[in-house]
């Protein structure tokens, strides 16, 4: 399968501490994304990175790329209520240039 | 408009009824995909459009229909479907497939309950 694994599975902080989740993948990529899941609902898609990127920033969001290692890791800083979601990667196979493979995927739990 | 629209949110159906997802974008994306997402479970794809053909079928049981009558619309046509069947449908589109341009833009699903 070219599923990608995420850990943790699940992850429960406090409101202001950062979340760190990590991605790891099996083939050759064009570009790696991250989407976020509320409960029971669509996908939103928060960050993407090239495979010729190493880091990226979006507001909280830090994303790293590691191609050697086909790792990634989403880091949400400062962490509010509001993140409490399921965060998956998501990679576009180089073979499978239309197809998004998605991660499992990280349960991130934020408590006030 | 930056949305994807799916409609009924949710839908309970016997094994043998006939039911359609409807999916609709209006950002001139030229791609639209079928996913099935199971509870705790990452979204599976099911189908791609790209410029309005069919250009991926993942192995999905013939039970399931998809259709493309243009550019902003897709449906999905059930039909005798299993209990196994039962998950959220999302539909989502983006700019092209593949790429860069390739980031997805995702309806907020439609629940489904076979029963």
């Known amino acids: 399968s070219q599923q990608g694994e995420e850990d943790p599975q699940a992850l429960s902080i406090q409101e202001g501490e950062n979340a760190t989740m990590n991605c790891s993948y099996k083939t050759s990529i064009n570009n790696l994304q991250w989407y976020r899941q509320n409960s029971g609902r669509g996908l939103v898609h928060l960050i993407l990175i090239r495979s010729n990127e190493r880091e990226k920033h979006s507001g909280r969001l830090r994303v790293t790329l590691d191609t050697s290692k086909k790792s990634s890791s989403l880091l949400i800083t400062a962490s509010r209520a509001a993140d409490t979601a399921s965060y998956f990667c998501a990679t576009d196979a180089r073979t499978g240039f239309q197809k998004l493979v998605f991660g499992t995927g990280t349960r991130l739990l934020v408590s006030p | 408009d930056t949305e994807v629209t799916q409609t009924p949110k949710h839908l309970v159906m016997g094994m043998t009824n006939k039911k359609s997802l409807k999916c609709e974008q209006h950002m001139g994306h030229r791609a639209m995909y079928w996913y099935k997402q199971k509870a705790k479970k990452p979204p599976e794809l099911m189908f791609v459009?790209?410029?309005?053909?069919?250009?991926i079928n993942e192995s999905v049981p013939s039970r399931f229909s998809p259709e493309c009558p243009n550019s902003s619309l897709l449906n999905l046509h059930l039909h005798a479907l299993q209990p196994e069947d039962s998950a959220l449908y999302l539909c989502?589109?983006?700019?092209?497939?593949?790429?860069?341009?390739?980031?997805?833009?995702f309806g907020p699903g439609t629940r489904l309950t076979v029963l």
């Open positions: 459009y790209s410029y309005e053909k069919l250009s």
């Open positions: 989502a589109s983006s700019q092209k497939s593949g790429g860069a341009g390739n980031e997805q833009f």
